[in-house]
């Protein structure tokens, strides 16, 4: 390539062509240096150098004969071979006027001769120059010549070579790094066929750090999948041997069933044909797939909904087409939904049709909603009235892009409602005639009743009320409903009167009434606001009460065998009201009466599900635990003498205990279920005839149990041993699930082991099983070990002081957007002023900020980051005078530490609860604060 004309030292392109060969300053290398020498020697002159010109410097990277690594620019001649075409040669530069001045031939070396032939890069740039000196005027024959320009380009390939190889490194390590950091999963593989040519297996000749992570698999280097996954499916060593053979790379989404993930695949081949590897560039896709899979069948539970209800669907986008029709559209319009979508609205519906429709269609796809009653004929030619509303669509731009369609028939409502006005007349004289039966109602109902006014003052009762209670309406009216309750239970009666201020019905209120004797009878109420009046229904359910509790007692034993099945069933029985109500809740043309109803069932089953929730969680013993320290020995020997009667006269019963008393802290009756429900176990295993064993190893460890970490201790191990069938493999990891049970179904309910594993977890220890089959199984049962006791421990029940106060300023901290918000109003409801965090690093930050501003901390306990337990005990250390409130459904660290010290509102909470705890917590300030603007506007509402 052409040089440019003319040599410029600081020519920016030229300096960045010489830097591009980070050539500069380095430290001599033998390749430059042996070029020097062949260039001294070829052309007979004591030296030689190679030499490169930065912007104000020559600098010599080889020198053959002479020592200088570095000289100013205008110092010798090699600036003037870098202008010159071809070689450049001076035979004496004494006999040269404008050259006999040069530093270099007036000082050292004292040069008479130079030859230099210019270093030119690919791209055309000079720059540095190879020249031969001496001290005795010469020249140079042609061969020199051609053996001085030959050892230039050997130096620029020098160059080129150095350059290339610096580049591949840097690749290498650019890529190495690449390989360890990606999150997807790569890995070399080295196919290996059968002698048919099949591919069998392949061998993992390199892994990347997320191989593991995207694979579950370790230790992989120079082992073969059939080793690591015996069971891995063929079509994966099909598809790499195909890729091997042909050389055509493959991208492909597959499962894994040995592995149990999905995965996203891209392989093609390396090294040639004949090496038979695989490169391997994957991705789990397990979580991807599974979402998909919830989609389709969510949309395909949608679209099946959607069939079976009786109202027309549908959606129509911008362009007036449809996009989505149900099945009802085959009943209103003769055509299957198939055929609808892609259609327009015109096309459908018919000219004339349309442009009754196109006024609300457009006002639809302005944004506005729009309801209306059209006449519509059905294909049978019938013609009835659709009530149909367009309900617009927003995109993700927040632009309309379509509408929905609802259209119900409500032909059958339109005559219903004029067969009504027709029956007006007759009406007002049933009504009459209903107000007569209504006062006999009232007369002769064994139902007490009672209207009070807003205030709870007792208007009117029946004589139901009289003969129930004893108390005369004289001496009845004007007085407080609440005076007629029992007062223990005025407290509970107020909470749950509550909704009555807000014009919502109270239902199935049961009280302890107070008789005129002094007795007290078992009231169930139901109140209903109506008027400005409040209309209660009472049910006395004294005797039923007492008949229930009998019967209670004698049914325990059935009910804790019933509870698991009854809990399922309960559950789909309150989700069936809850999924039905909101169904119909949905509707546009719902009656308010009805949509009451439906909200109020609504709330009721979310109340009895709650309830259920805290029935199942103490029969599963995850409910806070009352430890207290006992003789573990002891304890051993009387639930040995019990067990005798719990596993019948076949099965030898032995123990096997130390000499001296051993001490633990646990739930003592805990303690006794969890070994009942393991002797039970066993009994059955040994078909009821065999030997049992209980045996206790004192002062020991607790090694690591099913992946978790084990612990010093010391802890005290129990031991129940049978001599039964043992357990099979794949159960010995789910025997601990709660419901898991290999019984037959009526004969176990698989809580009895989720009872002893939740017990020893709260207690502070943990059980291990060995088993197998034929050979008996070994329950070990770890409790933490302490000293013996120097008291009995104390009861810590307070009773609670029942004292409203207002006006505190508190720290919310909720992590859940819904509680919170919940959990703020009725705070201010409560007369407080709450701050809400949502997080217990952003409380600690706003305490930070106004250190003096609150009264009490209500904290949740399960949070992300630092959980509400830590942010107690932090401020338990740095703010000892600020009280902390925790509150949780459930949270193990509370079910564990039964002494945390912290005061604790159980979710789901009334705000009575609420408001007893924070008084409570707050009493303990040293000084009351002022009261808070915010919280006196609170208290005056």
């Known amino acids: 390539m052409p040089r440019p004309s003319g040599f410029e030292p600081q020519h920016p392109q030229r300096l960045a062509a010489l830097r591009a060969y980070a050539i500069l ?19 007979g002159t004591p030296m030689a150098h190679i030499t490169f010109i930065d912007a104000d410097r020559q600098w010599i990277k080889a020198a053959a004969g002479h020592a200088p690594r570095a000289m100013p620019l205008a110092s010798g001649f090699c600036t003037e071979a870098m202008r010159t075409d ?44 190879l020249c031969v000196l001496d001290r005795e005027p010469r020249t140079l024959s042609d061969q020199q010549v051609f053996v001085l320009k030959a050892l230039a380009r050997a130096v620029m390939t020098q160059l080129e070579s150095r350059r290339t190889e610096a580049a591949l490194r840097s690749n290498a390590e650019r890529h190495r790094s690449l390989f360890a950091i990606i999150d997807a999963g790569f890995c070399f593989v080295e196919l290996i066929f059968a002698a048919d040519g099949r591919p069998v297996d392949y061998r993992f000749l390199e892994v990347n750090p997320a191989f593991e992570t995207q694979t ?58 004949m090496r038979n590897r695989v490169a391997i560039l994957f991705n789990d896709i397990t979580e991807r ?31 007036r087409v449809y996009q989505f029709a149900n099945a009802a559209y085959e009943t209103w319009t003769g055509q299957a939904a198939a055929d609808v979508i892609g259609r327009t609205v015109a096309d459908l519906l018919g000219p004339e049709a349309f442009e009754a429709r196109r006024s609300a269609i457009e006002r639809a796809l302005a944004g506005e909603e729009v309801r209306h009653e059209w006449t519509w004929t059905f294909p049978d030619g019938e013609s009835r009235t659709a009530d149909t509303r367009y309900l617009p669509r927003r995109g993700p731009d927040g ?46 109902s064994p139902v007490l009743k009672l209207v009070s006014d807003r205030d709870g003052r007792v208007q009117s009762v029946n004589p139901s009320w009289s003969r129930a209670l004893g108390w005369s309406e004289a001496e009845t009216l004007g007085r407080a409903a609440l005076d007629f309750v029992a007062d223990p239970e005025r407290e509970a009666a107020r909470a749950a ?34 008027d400005g009046l409040f209309y209660g229904f009472g049910r006395d359910i004294t005797e039923q009460r007492q008949a229930e509790e009998a019967l209670r007692q004698s049914q325990k034993l059935e009910a804790i065998g019933q509870l698991t099945g009854g809990v399922a069933h309960d559950f789909n029985n309150l989700l069936t009201i809850i999924r039905s109500s909101m169904e119909f809740l949905r509707r546009p043309d719902l009656a308010e009466e009805r949509r009451r109803r439906y909200l109020d069932a609504v709330s009721d089953t979310v109340d009895r599900a709650a309830k259920l929730t805290g029935q199942l969680l103490a029969f599963a013993r995850r409910q806070a635990l009352k430890p207290q320290v006992f003789d573990i020995c002891a304890r051993l020997r009387s639930i040995a003498d019990m067990l005798d009667s719990v596993t019948g006269a076949r099965i030898r019963v032995t123990i096997d205990l130390p000499d001296t008393p051993r001490y633990v802290r646990a739930d003592e009756s805990q303690f006794e279920t969890a070994l009942i429900n393991m002797a039970v176990n066993a009994r059955d295993a040994m078909d009821g005839e065999g030997g049992l064993t209980l045996r206790l190893d004192a002062d020991r460890p607790m090694p690591p149990i099913r992946g978790h970490a084990g612990a010093r201790g010391p802890f005290a191990a129990v031991r129940v041993s049978d001599t039964g069938a043992g357990i099979p493999a794949p159960d010995l990891g789910r025997i601990f699930e709660p419901f898991f049970t290999t019984k037959e179904v009526g004969k176990g309910t698989g809580l009895g082991l989720s009872q002893v594993i939740g017990f020893a977890k709260q207690s502070g220890g943990d059980i291990d099983v060995a088993s197998a089959v034929g050979g008996g199984t070994t329950f070990t049962l770890y409790l933490p070990q302490v000293a013996a006791p120097a008291m009995v421990e104390a009861g810590r029940d307070v009773q609670p002081e029942i004292e409203p106060q207002r006006g505190l300023c508190i720290l919310v901290v909720e992590d859940n957007l819904g509680v919170g918000r919940f959990c703020t109003q009725i705070l201010e409801d409560l007369g407080h002023a709450p701050v809400w965090t ?33 942010l107690a005990r932090q401020l338990q250390t740095t703010r000892p005078d600020l009280p902390v409130v925790l509150t949780s459904g459930y949270s193990h660290v509370l079910a564990k530490d039964d002494a945390h010290g912290f005061a604790l509102v159980r979710k789901p909470y009334s705000a009575e609860q609420l408001a007893q705890v924070l008084y409570e917590a707050a009493k303990r300030r040293s000084a009351p604060k002022p009261l808070h603007s915010v919280a006196d506007g609170a208290a005056r509402d």
Request: glycine share 8%.
């Open 216 to 273: 579950g698999l370790h230790d992989v280097v120079g082992r073969t999948m059939r080793e690591l996954v015996p069971g891995h499916e063929q079509h994966w060593f099909d598809l790499y041997g195909q890729v091997a053979r042909t050389g055509e790379p493959v991208r492909f989404e597959q499962a894994a069933a040995e592995l149990g993930r999905w995965y996203d695949v891209h392989a093609y081949r390396v090294d040639g044909p």
């Open 838 to 870: 949502k997080s217990a690093e952003e409380a600690l930050a706003e305490l930070d900020s106004t250190p003096d501003r609150f009264d009490v901390v209500f904290s949740d306990v399960v949070m992300p980051g630092m959980g509400g337990f830590a």
């Open 86 to 129: 071809g070689i450049l040669i001076l035979p004496d530069l004494t006999a040269e006027p404008d050259r006999a001045g040069n530093a270099r031939v007036t000082g050292e070396p004292h040069l008479r001769f130079y030859a230099g032939v210019a270093l030119v890069t690919p791209d055309g740039w000079v720059i540095g120059t």
């Open 497 to 530: 009167l509550r909704p009555l201020c807000e014009d919502r019905r109270v239902e199935d209120v049961e009280l302890a009434c107070v008789t005129h004797s002094g007795d007290r009878r078992r009231v169930l109420w139901t109140v209903v606001p109506e």
């Open 289 to 319: 797939r599974r979402s998909e899979m919830a989609l389709q069948a969510r949309e395909a539970e949608l679209r099946l909904v959607a069939d079976a209800m009786p109202v027309l669907i549908a959606f129509i986008d911008r362009n």
């Open 399 to 444: 632009q309309v892009d379509g509408f929905y369609v609802f259209a119900h028939d409500i032909s059958e409502r339109k005559r219903a409602e004029g067969l009504l006005r027709s029956r007006a007349d007759r009406l007002e004289a049933q009504v009459a005639a209903q107000t007569r039966d209504r006062d006999r109602v009232w007369t002769l």
């Open 25 to 43: 300053d380095t430290p001599p290398e033998r390749a430059f240096d042996e070029i020097a020498e062949m260039a001294a020697q070829a052309c």
